[in-house]
């Protein structure tokens, strides 16, 4: 993706381009990502003279072919789609719940008590994204934010090796910042673009996505300053990844609903901001030696469930079973036990 400088943009001149600069915009992609309301916050310059800033970015990209124009027709947006990416999860079972693999351009969430597989998926998806297009990858590296500390550059050396890939150059196609409080990840997230760019990052991924804000505001009283930043955090997630036509998947937190009396009383993290934000919502929970991933929500693909397993190889399918589905889950719950949902 061509690095467009900002001072290409008619009416921006050396004062401006500096003044951004130091707020850590340095060309047209970051604009975009950024949006004239927090350009305007962040560089204390007017808000409608961000805007048009903004405005004529966003009409040059889109003349130069690397953004889609503000009126196209469905049929456009349908061919567009073909060409989307997606990485294969290395898994029948996954890649049928997800149409393929996850897709770029869009927010993939997972959300499941802990133990569940999250961050094994995680893990797996930053091999499998560096395989080419023809066995299921992109070709490109990774961006690992780490919230829990639970990233394990040994885990990527054994799943790179069950794939016959050469663990030392995924691992050096892995860039990870470790964030220390909701503050910093947000910040790292921000100054992320020209990372992207240089690196080749197709695979953004956010581990945990609502951790830091989860335990940094507590109560009822600091609700509303906790959904605000959230809010613009998984925001900006989306943004990346559809500037930067790259993966973005966030893991999440769950917490259990006192007032479910029948089903399944697990709920995620994070209110109506993540789940209105989040492309795809995936469920993951145990089930014995098995994990179930669940679509929760999706714009396309039907409410099914698939079975698979954590192995060396990362996420694998099951050995004793063929992928499992139900479309259009019926009204009895699965065989676990309320034990085995609990969090």
């Not at 889609?68 to 290395?90: L, M, N, P």
């Not at 029948?92 to 996850?102: A, M, N, R």
């Not at 910042?177 to 790292?188: C, E, F, G, K, P």
């Not at 609903?257 to 145990?286: C, E, L, M, Q, W």
Request: proline share 3%; with cysteine; charged share 25%.
């Amino acid at each position: 993706m061509e690095d467009i400088k900002l001072d290409s943009l008619e009416g921006v001149g050396p004062v401006t381009t500096r003044k951004l600069s130091d707020a850590g915009i340095h060309n047209m992609m970051d604009l975009i990502v950024r949006g004239p309301v927090e350009i305007s916050n962040i560089t204390g310059m007017e808000k409608e003279t961000a805007e048009k800033i903004v405005t004529k970015a966003r009409k040059y990209l889109a003349d130069s072919g690397q953004l889609a124009k503000d009126f196209v027709s469905a049929s456009d947006i349908y061919k567009r789609r073909q060409e989307i990416g997606k990485i294969s999860t290395g898994t029948e079972c996954l890649d049928t719940l997800l149409d393929g693999g996850v897709e770029t351009q869009a927010l993939t969430e997972v959300y499941g008590e802990f133990g569940c597989g999250k961050t094994q998926f995680c893990h797996t998806l930053c091999v499998m994204v560096q395989k080419s297009i023809e066995e299921g990858g992109l070709g490109g590296g990774v961006l690992y934010i780490d919230s829990e500390n639970t990233f394990r550059p040994e885990r990527i050396v054994s799943i790179a090796q069950a794939n016959g890939m050469d663990p030392q150059r995924i691992l050096d196609n892995i860039i990870v910042a470790r964030a220390y409080n909701s503050a910093h990840q947000v910040l790292i997230l921000e100054e992320a673009g020209t990372i992207i760019r240089e690196s080749d990052i197709k695979l953004l991924v956010a581990d945990s996505a609502v951790g830091l804000f989860r335990s940094e505001y507590l109560g009822r009283g600091t609700l509303s300053e906790r959904q605000q930043k959230l809010n613009h955090f998984v925001h900006l997630l989306v943004r990346i990844a559809e500037t930067y036509n790259c993966a973005a998947v966030a893991t999440n937190q769950v917490m259990s609903s006192p007032d479910v009396f029948f089903g399944d009383p697990t709920k995620p993290i994070g209110g109506n901001v993540v789940a209105h934000t989040s492309t795809y919502r995936i469920y993951f929970k145990k089930s014995g030696k098995k994990r179930i991933a669940r679509m929760v929500d999706s714009p396309h693909h039907p409410e099914e469930e698939v079975v698979f397993s954590i192995g060396e190889a990362g996420i694998i399918d099951p050995e004793d079973t063929k992928t499992k589905k139900t479309t259009k889950k019926p009204k009895a719950e699965p065989t676990d036990t309320a034990k085995d949902d609990a969090t």
